[in-house]
């Protein structure tokens, strides 16, 4: 059973602050990773893809990958109480055509 | 918005019952997967059409089945519904096989309540 691991949380950050997100994964032959963020009530919605090992950013995210430890990271810098969501990570499957997630970690941001 | 829509928003039905969930694809898209949320846990994946053929199963029973059509727009089907089947269902489509192109995009989803 591949799986992807995340911690449920909640994680409080004070605004302002970096908030870090990690994720665990046992596909070895994963190539495409993702962070959803999924407001309560609503459909997830893709915040980062990451392919290769090393940092990619976008905005105030930043996304790290490193596939030798199975370890991916979501870093949101200068955290905004609008950031306050669910995180979900996810994986494509190395042999199946389907995305696995993780079961999310609700991050909160405090004023 | 991701141009993923999905219909209804809302359902309730009762046990032993069957329903029809509708989804449409963003444009340009050829693939569909359907994917089943219970509260607090991540999606769980249903199935995968690519191009009108089943492209791709999850561990689901066979009462859970699917249509793609082709203009690419999709239908989820559940019979003998469970109380166990409540849960929010999201359609996501992407433009197929390959790195750069397996990026799945959401629907808003339908709520489904199962008495």
């Known amino acids: 059973q591949k799986e992807v691991e995340q911690n449920s949380g909640p994680l409080s950050v004070p605004e302002g602050a970096i908030a870090s997100l990690n994720c665990t994964y046992s596909d070895r032959g994963s190539q495409s990773f993702f962070w959803y963020r999924q407001y309560s009530g609503k459909s997830p919605e893709l915040i980062m893809s990451i392919y290769s090992n090393g940092d990619k950013e976008d905005g105030r995210f930043t996304a790290q990958l490193n596939k030798a430890s199975q370890y991916v990271s979501l870093l949101i810098r200068d955290s905004q109480p609008s950031d306050s969501a669910t995180y979900l990570c996810a994986l494509k499957d190395s042999s199946a055509s389907k995305i696995i997630f993780g079961s999310g970690t609700r991050l909160s941001i405090r004023p | 918005e991701t141009g993923v829509t999905q219909s209804p928003t809302h359902l309730i039905k009762t046990r032993g019952q069957q329903v029809t969930l509708r989804c449409s694809s963003q444009s340009g898209h050829n693939t569909v997967s359907w994917y089943q949320q219970a509260l607090g846990q991540g999606p769980q994946f249903i199935f995968q059409?690519?191009?009108?053929?089943?492209?791709g199963r999850g561990n689901f029973p066979p009462r859970f089945s699917g249509l793609q059509f082709p203009n690419y727009s999709s239908e989820l089907n559940v019979n003998a519904l469970e109380l166990d089947d409540s849960a929010l269902y999201l359609c996501a489509s992407s433009l197929g096989a390959g790195q750069d192109t397996d990026t799945q995009y959401f629907g808003p989803g339908t709520r489904l309540t199962v008495l």
């Open positions: 059409y690519y191009r009108e053929e089943e492209n």
